[in-house]
């Protein structure tokens, strides 16, 4: 059987501090519901810049609050250079403080999830890249993250799926 999507829109939008990054969105239905999904990469570097991330992770926020207010379900991927245990994850990831969305890959928490082997466990080896899914449409006993390739870097691909149950 073949779903059929509704049209579809995209925009970009502006993330403070991510001069000539920010966040690229398409919406489209699917049997019948409203889906907002977006990719981004928040701004790379330490000190100050994790002061502009942690903004940018809040802007997010607020956005995705607002969607799933009017009714999207979202979806946010993208490198977001940061660690799963960092203020900027935990400003957006459900599981850590009741915020909108669950990591994909929520069932390996590790910092260094990029890791194969021993030799892959260096500080830029760190799990960096994430998808999120609007907790307004599915549940985390309904998502999972693959990983695609097989050597050390903190930007292997990363998939996720979820099932939609709202």
Not at 11 to 20: A, E, I, K
Not at 31 to 40: D, E, L, V
Not at 81 to 103: E, K, M, R
Request: hydrophobic share 30%; aromatic share 10%.
């Amino acid at each position: 059987m073949r779903t059929e999507y509704g049209p579809s829109v995209q925009y970009n939008l502006d993330l403070p501090g991510n001069s000539g990054h920010g966040m690229i969105c398409i919406d489209f239905t699917k049997q019948g519901r409203a889906f907002r999904a977006c990719s981004t990469h928040l701004i790379a570097g330490s000190g100050p810049d994790d002061n502009t991330r942690l903004s940018q992770a809040n802007t997010i926020r607020s956005w995705a609050t607002s969607w799933m207010n009017s009714g999207y379900r979202v979806i946010v991927g993208g490198d977001f250079n940061a660690a799963p245990s960092s203020p900027v994850i935990q400003t957006l990831n459900h599981l850590g403080n009741g915020d909108p969305f669950i990591d994909a890959d929520f069932k390996a928490p590790r910092e260094t999830k990029r890791q194969y082997s021993p030799a892959c466990n260096q500080p830029w080896n760190s799990k960096l890249d994430y998808v999120f899914f609007s907790y307004n449409w599915t549940g985390r006993n309904n998502i999972e993250a693959t990983l695609r390739g097989e050597t050390c870097s903190d930007h292997r691909a990363l998939m996720g799926t979820a099932k939609v149950t709202n």
